[in-house]
C-alpha cells in the first residue's frame, strides 16, 4: 500500500560527496517524519538524520555538518546530501517515514524502504 524506493547510493572515495533521494508512494494521507537511518556490517541500525514536515531537522552527532536532509513534501520525497565521507561512513542507508494513510488516518504507521549501500573508500 505504501513504498518508499530509494536510490543514489554507490561507491566514493574518503572525503567525496553522495546523494540519496527517498520517494515515497502509494495511499499516503500525510507523511509527519521522514529520516534516514543505517547499519554497517555486525552493527545495529542507528539514526543519522530526520526531517519534520515543518523543516525540522535533527542529526546524529556522528554526521553533524558533513550531512544535510531535506524534503520535498509536494513530491513526498526525502534527499540525504553526504559530503567529506569517511570510511566509517560505510553502510546500508534506509529510508523511513512515519505517515498516515487514507484507510489509516488516526495514527501514524511506520515504513522503511529497502536499503541502498553506500560504500567509502580509505
Known amino acids: 500500500q505504501v513504498q518508499l524506493v530509494e536510490s543514489g547510493g554507490g561507491l566514493v572515495q574518503a572525503g567525496g560527496s553522495l546523494g540519496l533521494s527517498c520517494a515515497a508512494s502509494?495511499?499516503?494521507?500525510?507523511?509527519?517524519?521522514m529520516g534516514w537511518y543505517r547499519q554497517a556490517p555486525g552493527e545495529q541500525r542507528e539514526l543519522v538524520a530526520t526531517?519534520?514536515?515543518?523543516?525540522?531537522?535533527n542529526y546524529a552527532d556522528s554526521v553533524k555538518g558533513r550531512f544535510t536532509i531535506s524534503r520535498d513534501n509536494a513530491k513526498n520525497t526525502v534527499y540525504l546530501q553526504m559530503n567529506s565521507l569517511k570510511p566509517e561512513d560505510t553502510a546500508v542507508y534506509y529510508c523511513?517515514?512515519?505517515?498516515?494513510?487514507?484507510?489509516?488516518?488516526?495514527?501514524?504507521?511506520?515504513?522503511w524502504g529497502q536499503g541502498t549501500q553506500v560504500t567509502v573508500s580509505s
Open positions: 523511513n517515514s512515519a505517515l498516515r494513510t487514507w484507510t489509516n488516518r488516526r495514527y501514524d504507521n511506520v515504513y
Open positions: 502509494g495511499s499516503i494521507f500525510s507523511i509527519t517524519v
Open positions: 526531517i519534520s514536515k515543518d523543516g525540522n531537522t
